[in-house]
């Protein structure tokens, strides 16, 4: 299973890209708002330089001309840039497009299988299907991943799945049970990925029995 870091901030990719956790990054324009800086094609291009592996960054347009011209523009920054394209029906003439292309395309803000349907059959490299922004409304994310991951068997797509809007650790877990390809994490969920209170305290009472040992005679 990859994971992507669902950040813009350098920092943090760095870090988690040290330990082997990041296979890739995926941002958005509230990511980049977030990361504060203005030069946004200069900083894809430091976090592709980082990450060696896919970056998706997001157009802004929101007519499938501007989205193709926007996209052409981003994947031309970087050989690892992948194209983020709103799941509209101008976004999905921008898919077929710059797919076309050849430019690998993340097709975002996908709430439904007939959504991931469309975006596969217009070529897009992948899917993010967003599962918390779905269980806020009181639906089932990880039962859209489940549902997409069953239809793209069924048909052979090649298309992968991106989980995204990951929101705590059980949705990692039950992505993978799930068989999706790529989950894309936030950097606070990935710390909180490698927790486990057992793990402090038992190494809280090896480092106590340490100290005994050192501290008694003979
Ligand atoms: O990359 C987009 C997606 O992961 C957003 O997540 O937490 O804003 O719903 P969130």
Same mark, same amino acid.
């Given at each position: 299973?990859?994971?992507?870091?669902?950040?813009?901030?350098?920092? =943090?990719?760095?870090e988690i890209k040290a330990m082997g956790m990041?296979?890739?990054?995926?941002?958005?324009?509230?990511?980049?708002?977030?990361?504060?800086?203005?030069?946004?094609?200069?900083?894809?291009?430091e976090i592709c330089a980082v990450v060696q592996?896919?970056?998706?960054?997001?157009?802004?347009?929101?007519?499938?001309?501007?989205?193709?011209?926007?996209?052409?523009?981003?994947?031309?920054?970087?050989?690892?840039?992948?194209?983020?394209?709103?799941?509209?029906?101008?976004?999905?003439?921008?898919?077929?497009?710059?797919?076309?292309?050849?430019?690998?395309?993340?097709?975002?803000?996908?709430?439904?299988?007939?959504?991931?349907?469309?975006?596969?059959?217009?070529?897009?490299?992948?899917?993010?299907?967003?599962?918390?922004?779905?269980?806020?409304?009181?639906?089932?994310?990880?039962?859209?991943?489940?549902?997409?991951?069953?239809?793209?068997?069924?048909?052979?797509?090649?298309?992968?799945?991106?989980?995204?809007?990951?929101?705590?650790?059980?949705?990692?877990?039950?992505?993978?049970?799930?068989?999706a390809d790529i989950a894309t994490i936030p950097?606070?969920?990935?710390?909180?990925?490698?927790?486990?209170?057992?793990?402090?305290?038992?190494?809280?009472?090896?480092?106590?029995?340490? =100290?005994?040992?050192?501290?008694?005679?003979?």
């Amino acid at each position: 299973m990859k994971f992507f870091i669902d950040t813009a901030d350098l920092d =943090d990719i760095k870090e988690i890209k040290a330990m082997g956790m990041c296979d890739g990054v995926t941002t958005n324009p509230s990511l980049m708002a977030k990361a504060g800086r203005k030069d946004t094609d200069a900083l894809l291009r430091e976090i592709c330089a980082v990450v060696q592996g896919p970056v998706s960054g997001e157009v802004t347009a929101l007519d499938a001309e501007g989205m193709v011209a926007e996209g052409e523009r981003l994947a031309g920054l970087d050989p690892h840039m992948v194209v983020k394209i709103p799941t509209t029906y101008e976004g999905l003439k921008a898919i077929a497009a710059l797919s076309g292309k050849g430019i690998r395309v993340n097709a975002t803000l996908v709430f439904s299988v007939n959504q991931a349907l469309l975006v596969a059959k217009a070529g897009a490299a992948y899917v993010s299907p967003f599962v918390g922004r779905l269980d806020d409304v009181g639906e089932d994310g990880m039962q859209l991943i489940s549902d997409i991951v069953e239809v793209y068997q069924n048909y052979e797509y090649d298309t992968e799945v991106i989980v995204a809007s990951v929101r705590h650790p059980m949705h990692v877990v039950d992505s993978a049970l799930l068989g999706a390809d790529i989950a894309t994490i936030p950097p606070q969920v990935i710390r909180k990925l490698v927790a486990h209170p057992l793990t402090d305290k038992g190494l809280a009472a090896f480092m106590a029995d340490w =100290d005994k040992l050192q501290g008694g005679q003979g």
